[in-house]
């Protein structure tokens, strides 16, 4: 399988590349996430929406949901602005949206390629059909490696595992073009078991494994010490999936983090590829700032349209400034910084390469 998680995607869309300057023309989203709903069929006692001490999340209201017709009629505006991509990601459980089977049957007609983060609970039926067939990739977050270790991870009622293990091997007899993935987040409980659970998901079917670490705080230093103890056993039951399972797609996230989370820009490139759309409507610029309606606020679409807000007033994708609001975990970091140095070039002396 090709490298599905690399930085260097952007770089294929030089136009929009080349757009991200405050002087030139605005230019549609690459690829934007959509938070339909707040709601959720789980509680993760690591849920970084859920954790006061963590600044994501903060002003997220459980109760929120993006209402049907402003949900079609987002899909209408973004196939128009010919966005290539949508992920339906939480906040809560995207599944455990009351309309989300209304949005795959629209979006499945559009050119949009669609995706979604989710625990898998409700993968089943028409809405994993639709995935099966119609979407490029399902993603499942798992942190249990059975029915008794995820009632204390995730709050739920015993034979959860079970169900999402026969989800996912019922989505694999499907035989969609589907890519299913799981996103296996490590802390100090499942560490060791780490090689049992891409044993068993290996047996079930599935097509890729990314591994990462649980998040626990806002500082960098204070996540490396909640990791150090078992960062040597995670690192070598992955080198041992590595080797029995040389087939399987493994993408190794698990490391320590930066000593500091600060910025040294002053404004971000890819809120301008990738943005969120919340179920509050509200546009943020990705998923660490998102809920954050002090630092992470771009604007709201709850009284006009999608392309509309988009396409009026550049300035206010320069409003945040990464230096100074966003000295926590980002994932966009280290493509921003490959994006600012390209954008950094100087033009007269770009042939000697």
Sequence with gaps: ???IYTKMKVFHYKEKVDSLSGDEKILAPIHIRIKPTNMCNHRCRYCAYRNDDMQLGKDMVIKDFIPKNKMLEIIDDISEMDVKAVTFSGGGEPLFYSYILDALKKLKDTKIKF???TNGALLNGEIAELFAMYASWV???????DDE?????RGVRLGEYTKIMNNIHDFKKLNGKCILGISIIVDRSNAGHLYEMVANLKKAGVDSIKISPCIV???GNENNKYHNSIFNTVKEQINKVKISYPDLSIFDDYHNQLETFKKNYKWCPYLQILPVIGA???IYPCQDKAYNLKEGLIGTIKDKRFKDFWYNDK???????PSEVCNHHCVADGKNKLLLEYLDADKDHLMFV
Excluded at 139 to 145: E, K, L, T
Excluded at 149 to 153: E, F, L
Excluded at 315 to 321: A, D, E, G, L
């Design 217 to 219: 705080s806002n500082n």
């Design 1 to 3: 399988m090709a490298n």
């Design 115 to 117: 995706a979604v983060l």
């Design 315 to 321: 300035s206010k994708f320069f409003k945040i400034n």
């Design 149 to 153: 270790s995820y009632v204390k991870y």
């Design 280 to 282: 509050d409507l509200n």
């Design 139 to 145: 993603r499942i977050s798992m942190d249990g490696w």
